[in-house]
């Protein structure tokens, strides 16, 4: 993936971002899918490998897996109608406070508009229609440490909402501003404060600012020849402190960790003070790990400012590889072996047969030449069952070489053919764009979305089908006219389970509230995981859209124990966005 | 995929058609042998994994927790586990089935030539065969024939092959199994064994339900099993055994299947083949030995006129939408999957799963309107109830509920309060005798009254109950039908109070009782003959036991029955005020909404 160049910090107008995104969608302006003048499909803009190219075969998988037609279009409102964004509910007391203490402040509709929402389906849908709800009264641009100490300080004073905002990928209801909250709401955003503080080579650490974006972070180390080797799949977007907040994952955890493994040092403002530990030690035993308060706190506690991250040497080498497995259980089966073996490579992820297929047909992505094909069907490969796993390797390269070679044993003993290297990285690249391909279901009637768990490896196959199978039930019993898509695919191997990815989308068309009907089932499909084994989220969060399981989550005690740590750091409730508790 | 199977139209062959359809009229006009021969293309599961019945063995062998049972079995009777193992081959080798297309074609061929002679019409519901149809595609699927005659099994594979229907494995007693050649032609047209009783076997009861639920688990064939464990010799349905009900929910529970589908079937005879030996056997003559030789002598059965039969293929019952909301399968979240031992029970759900099977059986027959029926108050229970399907027995008093009508202007008003109390005693006492659903009671009450109201033979208010003048003879007519249940339970405990020493045995009981009544009757004090049925019996029995007026004392290896008299005798005192004016009112009511809750 080519990321842009963006300009470094200091030179950064407070709105930039916002300028080159789009205000109701995925991503950037530049990039989105269209069907053109022929009915192609193309993706514009020059950001990705992707960008330019015409993918013929889209249309038909298209219209033939929704029952959708490109005469039949459904546009998103071309541009915001400032005049739906309610006044804002200014505290003027604050608004002074602020303004003498030198922070930038702002109270443009835009502004406000763009930091109310996260990339849920009803989020997204509501803008594209141009319905907007409670949005934030005002925002606030810290670019330090102290501005947030001084911001937090004079919203105590005079009891204002604060909501803190980092990427705005949140797939959780975080960002949406609770209805019944009466205070003027503040969303803080840490967009300036995105500077790599310091990097120790000696230590391997980086300390850098929580507002950086995944990207920018990324970029500026590997120019110093490391990385952090984080890469959630919202890299592009997503923050440093949104990592934090929500316990994010990415796909080498593998190699490098979750967020949880990579942190050293967090600092977090508070309206008690500042929380942090007194030293950079690896590890401590100084009863609980307060990091894990503030690790998934999603933003009810207060601001992430400063974090210390582990960083690596860039690899010497990667490697992407493929495999293709004769059915998804052969899959789970050789990706369980792997976790046994522990050896999975930086990263393995398993699609379905769905997925295949929609690889397979619209990108051509699996480009399966003919003598592989042919040997696949010879060895009694059915394509209405093939399944395909992706790999990443990174490394220096004997190691790398050695590494594949133990993983492609494994994955023959399960009935795997590698399948080239092309096929995987395409599979990645796909990562990048499959998000942006949901704006263009929208421009046609229909609607999707993902959604994750983690589970046992016992329970991962029955998880699986119980839950595509509830999906679609589910979307026949609410009067959806064709069949959903409803497929899954596993992206993280663990010692004792496994992370899986449900994608669902169906065409609307016929439903007269096709938000309400998607998020009932949701809802039931959210029900089947927990029934089946599966965790209330593996690293979305909870937000406010999963909160309602959170006491069968952790047990009543449980809750009851984040809901005291809130009652000390904020018996205001300065921190109002109501996730989590 | 999934999704399409699920949005795919019903089956192109099939039309719908109402009501019955007699399939041995086109047997009469073509070839027999064509017809076992002909091409058998069933139905299948969409999520079938093909496997042949030799894998299923290795399967079950294999499997997760009969390899924790039988470490657990080793570990605590000392044999090495590899004996265990073995034990655990033999038991899976005697109870597998070993279902061949071509026996199967043998007995079409044969029963063809059976039924003809036997039956006048063989009568199926064609659109319970479509739903059928439908059910097998989706999920697995278990189907609870009625158990009167050693025919219904016969005739289930039958009628499946014939609608070109995955053919079922069959539960059955291992009994069969001592017939010569005829338990082995069983076994390969997809019967497999259990013992009848291996309550404290641990290893045995791991076996047996690997090998159900890993036939489940991978579609292998429909499940099909007798609710009702034994034939029913007095034709009422009997209460279910729920061991095997446990069993085949279990996969869903677990998360191991999406859903099962039980799919009730009720068979109904109009004259049963083994009427004669039923009767007997309720006298107290011992049911013969399966056997073959037994079997061939039965052969005279075959010069008789049996009437028409039955089958009615009721409505799937899904175990997702009937527990739903009251199963948290999350429960079994923090326990390995290997392990049943730990798990919550769902007997409940197993009975409620019955209540809603016979319950549509009751639908379907009042629907059919069986013609020629009456409760012939009069004669002998034992034959009367002989003659009719058990489940036409039940239907027969409901249209006689609704047809009754009465111009006396009698007004009685009861307590409510009253009236629940006695319901609660009834129901009680009754609970072996009928199928009720523990911990229903008031819920079944207030459906009684509902249904009563509706009748305009009662009128509700928060505190009494009003009977109408025309209502009264229905009361009468309902609380009469349940006369001889009463009645029969008062011979019993009055034969407890009256009759019993100290050194009774639980073997002694029945014959003792059995003389007992037959004394009344010939002195002419009792009029119910019912009183003679061994089941009402040790039905009444079991009741007692249970309500504390007798317990079970082991002396050496006998079991003797000790008597509480004085909780006897007021147990007789509330059954035997029915007979008191003053409480008749009452009791006539509760009893009507007894009879009407079950």
Redesign the interface.
């Given at each position: 993936v080519c990321f842009e160049s963006s300009p470094t910090a200091g030179a950064r107008s407070l709105s930039l971002r916002q300028e080159i995104m789009k205000w109701n969608g995925w991503g950037y302006s530049d990039s989105r899918f269209l069907f053109n003048k022929k009915g192609q499909a193309e993706f514009t803009g020059k950001r990705y490998r992707l960008s330019g190219l015409i993918l013929p075969s889209l249309k038909d998988w298209f219209e033939g897996t929704f029952g959708a037609n490109l005469q039949h279009r459904s546009p998103a409102t071309p541009s915001l109608n400032l005049s739906a964004v309610a006044p804002p509910n200014l505290n003027q007391p604050f608004v002074e406070d602020l303004k003498a203490a030198g922070l930038a402040v702002s109270h443009d509709p835009e502004d406000r508009v763009f930091r109310a929402h996260g990339h849920c389906l009803h989020e997204v849908f509501a803008l594209r229609e141009g319905r907007i709800g409670r949005v934030p009264d005002m925002v606030v641009w810290p670019s330090c440490h102290s501005d947030v100490e001084k911001i937090v300080e004079l919203a105590c004073k005079h009891n204002v909402c604060l909501i803190p905002y980092g990427g705005g990928t949140s797939v959780s209801s975080a960002l949406e501003c609770p209805r019944e909250e009466t205070r003027s709401i503040v969303s803080l955003d840490t967009s300036q404060m995105s500077r790599i503080l310091w990097i120790d080579e000696k230590n391997l650490t980086a300390h850098v600012e929580a507002g950086i974006i995944g990207q920018d972070l990324e970029r500026q180390l590997n120019e110093r020849g490391y990385c952090t080797g984080h890469e959630p799949d919202s890299m592009e977007f997503s923050s440093l402190g949104g990592w934090v907040a929500t316990r994010a994952s990415g796909m080498k955890k593998n190699i490098y960790g979750n967020i949880e493994d990579l942190v050293v040092h967090i600092k977090m403002v508070t309206p008690r003070g500042v929380i942090e530990k007194s030293c950079l030690g690896p590890r401590m035993s100084t009863g609980p790990d307060i990091h894990h308060f503030i690790l998934g706190s999603e933003g009810t506690l207060g601001v992430v400012t400063e974090v210390t991250l582990k960083i690596r040497p860039i690899p010497e080498y990667q490697k992407y590889g493929s495999v293709v497995f004769p059915n998804f259980q052969q899959g789970v089966a050789c990706l369980r072996e792997v976790a046994r073996q522990r050896c999975a490579p930086a990263s393995i992820r398993l699609m379905d047969?769905?997925q295949f297929q929609f690889g397979e047909f619209c990108f051509s992505l699996i480009l399966l030449n003919f003598f592989l094909l042919k040997n696949f069907c010879f060895k009694g490969f059915d394509p209405?069952h093939l399944c395909v796993a992706t790999l990443l390797f990174e490394g220096d390269r004997g190691k790398v070489l050695q590494h594949e070679k133990q993983v492609y044993d494994i994955a023959a003993k399960f009935g795997g053919l590698a399948a080239g290297e092309d096929n995987g990285q395409r599979g990645y690249m796909l990562t990048f764009v499959i998000a942006y391909l949901r704006d263009l279901g929208m421009d046609y009637y229909v609607i999707g979305e993902s959604f994750e768990t983690s589970v046992p490896w016992?329970?991962v196959l029955?998880?699986c089908?119980?839950v595509?199978?509830?999906i679609?039930?589910e979307c026949?019993e609410r009067g959806v006219q064709?069949?959903?898509?409803?497929t899954s695919r596993v992206t993280q191997t663990y010692d004792a389970g496994a992370c899986v990815y449900f994608y669902f989308a169906f065409n609307y068309r016929g439903l007269s509230d096709p938000v309400h009907v998607y998020e009932q089932v949701e809802h039931a499909a959210r029900e089947e995981i927990?029934?089946?084994?599966g965790s209330l989220s593996h690293h979305h969060g909870v937000g406010k859209l999963r909160k309602e399981w959170m006491k069968?989550s952790v047990s009543g005690v449980g809750l009851g124990m984040l809901k005291s740590v809130k009652e000390y750091v904020d018996p205001q409730n300065i921190f109002g966005n109501r996730n989590l508790l | 995929m999934a999704s399409r199977a699920l949005y795919s139209p019903r089956h192109p062959m099939l039309k719908k058609r109402d009501g019955f359809e007699d399939i041995l009229e086109e047997r009469r006009r073509s070839s027999d042998l064509r017809y076992a021969l002909r091409c058998y293309t069933p139905t299948l599961y969409k999520g079938l994994v093909p496997c042949k019945a030799s894998m299923l063995k290795s399967i079950v062998l294999q499997s997760d927790h009969l390899q924790y049972v039988i470490k657990q079995v080793s570990s605590e009777s000392g044999d090495r586990t590899e004996c265990v193992a073995e034990e655990a081959s033999l038991i899976l080798d005697e109870m597998a089935h070993r279902l061949q297309l071509s026996t199967v074609r043998f007995f079409a061929f044969m029963l063809n030539k059976a039924f003809k002679r036997l039956f006048r019409s063989v009568c199926v519901n064609e659109e319970g065969i479509q739903r059928l149809q439908q059910a097998v595609q989706e999920h697995p699927v278990v189907l609870l024939p009625s158990h009167r005659s050693y025919m219904d099994f016969l005739m289930m594979s039958y009628l499946l092959y014939m609608y070109d229907l995955p053919l079922p494995v069959i539960a059955a007693g291992m009994d069969f199994m001592s017939m010569k050649f005829v338990g082995e032609m069983l076994r390969m047209s997809g019967a497999f064994f259990i013992r009848r009783s291996f309550g404290g076997d641990k290893l045995y009861w791991a076996v047996f339900s690997e090998y159900v639920k890993t036939m489940l688990r991978n579609g292998y064939a429909p499940i099909e099993f007798f609710l009702e464990g034994t034939r029913s010799r007095t034709c009422k349905s009997l209460t279910p055994k729920t061991g095997l009900l446990n069993i085949v929910m279990e996969p869903f529970f677990k998360g191991e299947l999406f859903d099962v589908n039980l799919v009730p079937v009720s068979i109904s005879y109009e004259r049963i083949l083994e009427e004669s030996l039923y009767a007997r056997e309720l006298l107290g003559i011992p049911k013969p030995k399966e056997s073959t030789s037994g079997l061939l002598k039965a052969r005279r059965v075959l010069s008789e006129d049996y009437g028409s039969m039955y089958v009615y293929f009721g409505h799937p019952v899904s175990v997702r939408s009937l527990t739903e909301g009251k199963i948290t399968r999350s429960q079994y979240n923090l326990l390995p999957r290997y392990d049943t031992c730990n798990q919550p029970r769902s007997e409940c759900f197993a009975l409620k799963a019955y209540i809603i099977h016979t319950k549509h059986l009751n639908v379907f027959l009042s629907q059919q309107g069986f013609k020629g029926f009456c409760f012939p108050f009069g004669e002998p229970c034992l034959s009367s109830s002989r003659t009719l399907g058990g489940q036409a027995w039940r239907s027969a008093r409901r249209q006689f509920f609704s047809g009754l009508v009465d111009f006396t202007n009698h007004k009685a008003i009861c307590v409510l309060d009253d009236v629940y109390n006695c319901f609660n005693f009834l129901r009680n006492m009754f609970s072996n005798e009928f199928i009720l659903c523990p911990g229903d009671s008031v819920q079944d009450f207030e459906e009684a009254c509902y249904l009563l109201m509706k009748r305009g033979v009662l009128q509700v208010s928060e505190h009494e109950i009003v009977m109408s003048a025309s209502g009264h003879s229905t009361l009468a007519f309902l609380s009469s039908v349940l006369d001889p249940f009463l009645q029969g339970y008062q011979v019993v405990s009055r034969y407890l109070c009256e009759e019993t020493n100290e050194n009774l045995t639980e073997k002694e009981f029945i014959p003792a009782v059995r003389n007992f009544a037959l004394k009344l009757i010939l002195a002419g004090r009792l009029k119910c003959y019912e009183a003679l049925s061994s089941d009402l019996q040790k039905n009444a029995l079991a009741a007692f036991l249970r309500l504390k007026g007798v317990r079970k004392v082991k002396v050496g290896d006998q079991v003797t029955l000790k008597v509480n008299k004085i909780a006897v005798n007021s147990l007789e005192d509330t059954l035997g005020k029915s007979d008191v004016i003053s409480y008749q009112n009452s009791w006539c009511s509760s009893m009507a909404m007894f009879e009407i809750a079950i």
């Open positions: 047969n769905e209405q016992d329970r029955d998880l089908r119980n595509k199978e509830r679609v039930r026949k064709c069949p959903p898509l409803s927990l029934a089946n084994g069968e | -």
